[in-house]
């Protein structure tokens, strides 16, 4: 199992940006997935998530701003990200088999998005 994120980098506040999780080892569309992202000081939180049946799932704080979907011919999850501002500045990682109170799971190493104002 293997998870490779990607497509990070710094853009504009109000700007956008879409990031990709390649996945290896599994199907994607096989389990659920999430992303997270780790914010300078502030810890690790959950982002939102997709399920098995395409149900997806947001972070009050990226409501209507961040779209997640996947691809099951290229075995990827993307997030699509609008409307950024400099309090998403973070490290961003897919996550297999997450665990929302522990946030424990297999996570990929991360892709960098930085919002500058």
């Known amino acids: 199992v293997q998870l490779m994120e990607s497509g990070g980098g710094s853009v504009q506040a109000g700007g956008s940006l879409k990031i990709t999780c390649k996945a290896s080892?599994?199907?994607?569309?096989?389990?659920?997935m999430n992303w997270a992202r780790e914010r300078p000081g502030k810890g690790r939180e959950w982002v939102g998530g997709?399920?098995?049946?395409?149900?997806?799932y947001y972070a009050e704080s990226v409501q209507g701003r961040f779209t997640i979907s996947r691809d099951f011919h290229k075995n990827e999850m993307y997030l699509q990200m609008t409307g950024l501002t400099t309090e998403d500045t973070a490290m961003y990682f897919c996550?297999?088999?997450?665990?929302?109170?522990?946030?424990?799971?297999?996570w990929g190493p991360g892709t960098q998005v930085t919002v500058s104002s």
């Open positions: 996550v297999k088999e997450y665990e929302m109170g522990t946030m424990r799971g297999i």
């Open positions: 080892g599994f199907p994607i569309t096989g389990v659920a």
């Open positions: 997709i399920n098995m049946a395409g149900g997806k």
